[in-house]
């Protein structure tokens, strides 16, 4: 009988199960060639620029509740480069000085805002414009004031911007009624809605839709424009 030979066991080495490569964000090519960015980047990078917006975004002076505060004025020929800053390029600096220095019917919204750094003040600048062009005409054998609504624009960064509009346009048509203009015309493309919104909710009314344009006229013989805010 053979003799039962010891069984030693041999130890096995565990070793651990190697880390799986961490997934990357790939970019997925898009049909025809182009790669596409996945949404999660593109909600980051979203979310990113609007941080970096709201660092860079001035700060406004604002009263012991909290409210913006700024001032309802007459233009002047000094605010000429602040409103077209505030207009853009689709208006030319030469029309926009037109406009200021032959009229006293524009109006502008002023406020002060500061920088994000420490060593920026405060500063007065214009933030929002009404433009009008007045005329006189001859009107059946009668001298008229009539006056064309040019645009109304408010920086994208006012707290409250359609309500800043809004008190633009009325106190453009308060400050045409007391310089004795009759009428006010404006013309609106057809799909700019928010502009038409905004003519109607302050006094416009459609006259006739042609070629794809609005036309809208405020009576102020029988209107009585008011901006709800003192007109400086």
Same mark, same amino acid.
């Given at each position: 009988?053979?003799?039962? %030979?010891?069984?030693?066991?041999?130890?096995?080495?565990? %070793?651990?199960?190697?880390?799986?490569?961490?997934?990357?964000?790939?970019?997925?090519?898009?049909? @025809?060639?182009?790669?596409?960015? $996945?949404?999660?980047?593109?909600? %980051?990078?979203?979310?990113?620029?609007?941080?970096?917006?709201? &660092?860079?975004?001035?700060?406004?002076?604002?009263?012991?509740?909290?409210?913006?505060?700024?001032?309802?004025?007459?233009?002047?020929?000094?605010?000429?480069?602040?409103?077209?800053?505030?207009?853009?390029?689709?208006?030319?600096?030469?029309? #926009?000085?037109?406009?200021?220095?032959?009229?006293? !019917? !524009?109006?502008? !919204?002023?406020? +002060?805002?500061?920088?994000? &750094?420490?060593? /920026?003040?405060?500063?007065? #600048?214009?933030? @929002?414009?009404?433009?009008?062009?007045?005329?006189?005409?001859? =009107?059946?054998?009668?001298?008229?004031?009539?006056?064309?609504?040019?645009?109304?624009?408010?920086?994208?960064?006012?707290?409250?911007?359609?309500? #800043?509009?809004?008190?633009?346009?009325?106190?453009?048509?308060?400050?045409?009624?007391?310089? @004795?203009?009759?009428?006010?015309?404006?013309?609106?493309? /057809?799909?700019?809605? +928010? =502009?038409?919104?905004?003519?109607?909710?302050?006094?416009?009314?459609? &006259? +006739?839709?042609?070629? *794809?344009? #609005?036309?809208?006229?405020?009576?102020? *013989?029988?209107?009585?424009?008011? $901006?709800?805010?003192?007109?400086?």
């Amino acid at each position: 009988m053979q003799s039962a %030979q010891a069984f030693v066991a041999t130890p096995v080495l565990f %070793q651990p199960r190697p880390a799986l490569p961490r997934p990357t964000t790939r970019v997925r090519p898009a049909r @025809g060639g182009r790669r596409v960015k $996945p949404a999660r980047l593109v909600m %980051q990078e979203s979310a990113r620029a609007g941080k970096e917006k709201k &660092k860079s975004a001035p700060l406004f002076a604002r009263d012991i509740k909290g409210n913006f505060v700024w001032n309802l004025r007459s233009a002047a020929p000094q605010d000429i480069a602040g409103i077209s800053n505030v207009i853009g390029p689709g208006l030319p600096d030469s029309i #926009v000085a037109s406009l200021v220095e032959d009229s006293t !019917c !524009c109006v502008v !919204c002023d406020t +002060s805002i500061k920088g994000r &750094k420490e060593s /920026e003040g405060y500063r007065n #600048v214009v933030m @929002g414009a009404a433009l009008v062009d007045v005329a006189i005409v001859l =009107r059946e054998s009668n001298i008229v004031k009539q006056a064309d609504f040019i645009t109304v624009a408010a920086h994208p960064d006012l707290p409250d911007g359609d309500m #800043v509009r809004r008190k633009l346009v009325l106190g453009c048509l308060k400050k045409m009624k007391e310089e @004795g203009v009759s009428e006010v015309t404006s013309v609106v493309a /057809e799909e700019n809605e +928010s =502009r038409l919104q905004l003519l109607k909710s302050c006094l416009f009314k459609e &006259k +006739s839709r042609s070629e *794809g344009r #609005v036309n809208l006229v405020c009576n102020l *013989g029988m209107e009585n424009p008011d $901006p709800e805010k003192k007109l400086l």
